[in-house]
């Protein structure tokens, strides 16, 4: 009986809350910040930075992946002695 209750007043409060959030944000000016300014292209820039990253490192460092033996492997001769 008491957990329905507790369940109700935490959920009425929560809306209670966002509600209020929301109406004091709708009543104050919003002035662009950092984020707004340069968030997008600070997100663009590292992704380019990583995309390049991880091509040069690739392609030009000279990692040997191996990630197939097929066409390199060749079966010995079958020895019947």
């Not at 104050?28 to 950092?34: I, L, Q």
């Not at 820039?45 to 040997?64: L, N, P, R």
Request: net charge positive; with cysteine.
């Amino acid at each position: 009986m008491m957990f329905p209750l507790a369940r109700n007043a935490l959920r009425s409060f929560k809306i209670r809350s966002i509600q209020q959030i929301r109406a004091r944000q709708s009543h104050k000016k919003h002035s662009p910040d950092f984020h707004d300014k340069y968030g997008n292209a600070l997100l663009a820039s590292g992704i380019t930075f990583c995309v390049v990253a991880w091509i040069f490192a690739a392609t030009q460092i000279g990692i040997k992946w191996n990630l197939s033996p097929v066409g390199r492997v060749t079966p010995k001769e079958w020895n019947d002695d």
